[in-house]
């Protein structure tokens, strides 16, 4: 009895220590009838009255290995009906598709998380192991994940709980034994289709026989040490990605390249990782061959374009990278041009806000063409009406500090400006000619001299919902 004991009393350690579980929390167990989902399912049990746990134990049918599948499941009906324990049982139809170790997780999360709303779950409870969390750092290496993956499964994400995850197999049937509760053994687990099946089988029995009979311990044993700097370098670079960010909304994300390159090679890793999640809705699939790609398409000359898993895209445009999502519109649909027959205070135009405003005299200020959302015009130089437009080919401006006309495009071209913010970009003219790119150059033929009586100051601001900072949707997580 001191054995078993001492199982729960290590399990609930665990579990306060990590703060897995509140108490009367409603608690999803994925419940296979195997050793350690039996093992996860008991040691709960044990503890329900004691924190008032509700428990719903869930089981699904593969029906991948014919008669030992039904009675798998009668095996788990009889567990839970013994203990007056709730449990779903759901069957699996691959419908055609090939049977994969994804599709089977994919199938079994999107149940699970079908009954978290249903059922009011706190939490999934699922019995993965030492041996797995091992599994899973060396899985990981070998794919080409850097730190967060070696940091294999963590006690605690989101709503999933790993309570098991630092009992050894010995440890789990040892307890099971004591217990006299008898479990199903999963033959599949000794084949070897599933990659997982090989490093257990094979790769983890030779390292222990060759390298060190401990590894599966030693290998778990530094996985919380991994996850912890995890979390450092992760608000480092998020805290950092805030100065380079140019812009940002729900469709995309524009950072300074000169400035990006200037942050340390690891922490941009964590930076594109962030994106490409927030534009995939998941940071799955992103490794170290695509941290190299970006990486060396940024400190190339000219534009480029990096294609992600999933549709994720970056753009390198200039001083510009632009992460967003594949089927963007390369420009966005052009508003028709507004006149302005006099002058008026405030109004918006294809995402902007535009103020005017009468003034004798500029303002008393030393950085007073610095803000290039902000002009300041010859009053009298304008033809009303005035007219806000997007550009049209054959546009041509002389631009302030200049003394002949030139191209807007070529003007573009020269100031490297990318190609979403000339297409997004305003332009004022009056009766005769453009006297205004916005966010750009004022014309030299409307610039404000000693000779000026009156003076328009024209103002643009970008129409945006505020989107909470990087490291605030990193801390909800």
Same mark, same amino acid.
């Given at each position: 009895?001191?054995?078993?004991?001492?199982?729960?009393?290590?399990?609930?350690?665990?579990?306060?220590?990590?703060?897995?579980?509140?108490?009367?929390?409603?608690?999803?167990?994925?419940?296979?009838?195997?050793?350690?989902?039996?093992?996860?399912?008991?040691?709960?049990?044990?503890?329900?009255?004691?924190?008032?746990?509700?428990?719903?134990?869930?089981?699904?049918?593969?029906?991948?290995?014919?008669?030992?599948?039904?009675?798998?499941?009668?095996?788990?009906?009889?567990?839970?009906?013994?203990?007056?324990?709730?449990?779903?049982?759901?069957?699996?139809?691959?419908?055609?598709?090939?049977?994969?170790?994804?599709?089977?997780?994919?199938?079994?999360?999107?149940?699970?998380?079908?009954?978290?709303?249903?059922?009011?779950?706190?939490?999934?409870?699922?019995?993965?192991?030492?041996?797995?969390?091992?599994?899973?750092?060396?899985?990981? %290496?070998?794919?080409?994940?850097?730190?967060?993956?070696?940091?294999?499964?963590?006690?605690?994400?989101?709503?999933?709980?790993?309570?098991?995850?630092?009992?050894?197999?010995?440890?789990?049937?040892?307890?099971?034994?004591?217990?006299?509760?008898?479990?199903?053994?999963?033959?599949?687990?000794?084949?070897?289709?599933?990659?997982?099946?090989?490093?257990?089988?094979?790769?983890?029995?030779?390292?222990?026989?060759?390298?060190?009979?401990?590894?599966?311990?030693?290998?778990?044993?530094?996985?919380?040490?991994?996850?912890?700097?995890?979390?450092?370098?992760?608000?480092?670079?998020?805290?950092?990605?805030?100065?380079?960010?140019?812009?940002?909304?729900?469709?995309?994300?524009?950072?300074?390249?000169?400035?990006?390159?200037?942050?340390?090679?690891?922490?941009?890793?964590?930076?594109?990782?962030?994106?490409?999640?927030?534009?995939?809705?998941?940071?799955?699939?992103?490794?170290?061959?695509?941290?190299?790609?970006?990486?060396?398409?940024?400190?190339?000359?000219?534009?480029?374009?990096?294609?992600?898993?999933?549709?994720?895209?970056?753009?390198?445009?200039?001083?510009?990278?632009?992460?967003?999502?594949?089927?963007?519109?390369?420009?966005?649909?052009?508003?028709?041009?507004?006149?302005?027959?006099? %002058?008026?205070?405030?109004?918006?135009?294809?995402?902007?806000?535009?103020?005017?405003?009468?003034?004798?005299?500029?303002?008393?200020?030393?950085?007073?063409?610095?803000?290039?959302?902000?002009?300041? %015009?010859?009053?009298?130089?304008?033809?009303?009406?005035?007219?806000?437009?997007?550009?049209?080919?054959?546009?041509?401006?002389?631009?302030?500090?200049?003394?002949?006309?030139?191209?807007?495009?070529?003007?573009?071209?020269?100031?490297?400006?990318?190609?979403?913010?000339?297409?997004?970009?305003?332009?004022?003219?009056?009766?005769?000619?453009?006297?205004?790119?916005?966010?750009?150059?004022?014309?030299?033929?409307?610039?404000?001299?000693?000779?000026?009586?009156?003076?328009?100051?024209?103002?643009?601001?970008?129409?945006?919902?505020?989107?909470?900072?990087?490291?605030?949707?990193?801390?909800?997580?």
């Amino acid at each position: 009895m001191q054995k078993e004991m001492n199982f729960i009393r290590k399990f609930e350690k665990y579990i306060r220590k990590n703060k897995l579980f509140m108490p009367k929390s409603r608690i999803l167990v994925g419940f296979s009838g195997g050793p350690d989902s039996t093992a996860l399912l008991t040691a709960l049990y044990h503890l329900r009255t004691k924190y008032q746990f509700h428990l719903l134990a869930v089981h699904i049918n593969y029906h991948l290995r014919g008669e030992e599948s039904g009675l798998e499941e009668a095996a788990v009906k009889k567990f839970c009906f013994a203990r007056n324990i709730a449990i779903l049982v759901k069957h699996y139809d691959p419908k055609g598709k090939k049977v994969n170790e994804n599709n089977l997780r994919e199938f079994r999360f999107n149940w699970f998380n079908g009954l978290v709303g249903s059922y009011k779950i706190d939490s999934i409870a699922l019995g993965h192991n030492q041996s797995d969390q091992a599994e899973t750092v060396l899985y990981r %290496l070998l794919r080409g994940s850097l730190l967060t993956g070696l940091g294999g499964i963590k006690p605690k994400s989101g709503n999933i709980i790993h309570p098991l995850i630092s009992f050894s197999r010995d440890e789990i049937t040892a307890f099971l034994e004591k217990e006299n509760i008898p479990w199903c053994e999963d033959v599949s687990n000794q084949q070897n289709e599933f990659t997982r099946n090989k490093l257990r089988n094979f790769i983890f029995p030779w390292i222990s026989d060759n390298i060190n009979p401990q590894a599966v311990e030693k290998i778990s044993a530094i996985a919380p040490f991994l996850q912890e700097a995890d979390d450092i370098l992760s608000n480092s670079a998020m805290i950092r990605m805030r100065h380079v960010m140019e812009e940002n909304n729900d469709d995309e994300y524009r950072l300074k390249v000169s400035e990006l390159l200037k942050i340390r090679p690891l922490l941009r890793f964590y930076i594109y990782r962030h994106l490409y999640g927030e534009i995939n809705g998941t940071e799955q699939d992103f490794y170290q061959s695509n941290f190299e790609i970006i990486e060396k398409s940024l400190k190339r000359e000219g534009n480029r374009e990096i294609q992600l898993p999933h549709g994720v895209i970056l753009l390198k445009e200039y001083d510009n990278l632009r992460v967003m999502k594949h089927g963007y519109q390369e420009t966005e649909e052009v508003e028709a041009a507004r006149e302005i027959p006099s %002058l008026r205070t405030r109004f918006a135009y294809a995402g902007w806000r535009i103020s005017m405003k009468k003034l004798k005299k500029l303002p008393e200020s030393r950085d007073l063409f610095v803000d290039k959302n902000i002009a300041y %015009l010859d009053f009298d130089k304008l033809e009303w009406s005035l007219v806000v437009r997007h550009r049209e080919p054959g546009d041509r401006f002389v631009p302030f500090g200049m003394k002949h006309n030139k191209k807007l495009k070529d003007f573009f071209i020269d100031l490297k400006v990318p190609a979403q913010e000339r297409a997004n970009a305003l332009v004022f003219t009056d009766q005769k000619n453009i006297f205004w790119v916005g966010n750009q150059r004022i014309d030299q033929r409307y610039a404000v001299s000693k000779e000026t009586s009156s003076i328009l100051m024209i103002k643009i601001e970008k129409i945006r919902q505020r989107k909470s900072r990087p490291a605030e949707r990193m801390k909800r997580r």
